[in-house]
């Protein structure tokens, strides 16, 4: 049974790098995307195996703490 997941942005920052295409396997921890924030890299990472259904920003995109910035399916 599958399961959505909400992925949170966990430091506000700019959406630097969408690392993953929607709807393709991953296995847990892998990463998904990076936010820069003060010149720091802060990779946003699979919560489970599954995929991601939705991006909700594109790359470039100002994000906050605790945005949904992804929608994720754990298998």
């Known amino acids: 049974m599958s399961t959505e997941i909400e992925i949170r942005a966990e430091i506000t ?3 630097w790098k969408i690392l993953v295409a929607t ?6 921890g892998s990463s ?3 936010i820069e924030s003060m010149k720091m ?4 990472e699979a ?8 991006f909700f ?3 470039g995109a100002a994000v ?10 754990a298998d």
């Open 13 to 15: 920052g700019t959406l």
């Open 41 to 44: 890299e802060i990779p946003v």
């Open 32 to 34: 998904l995307a990076v």
């Open 23 to 28: 709807n393709v396997p991953q296995s847990a």
């Open 64 to 73: 906050e703490e605790g945005t949904v910035i992804a929608r994720y399916v």
């Open 47 to 54: 919560p489970a195996a599954g995929f991601v259904a939705e």
């Open 57 to 59: 920003f594109e790359e």
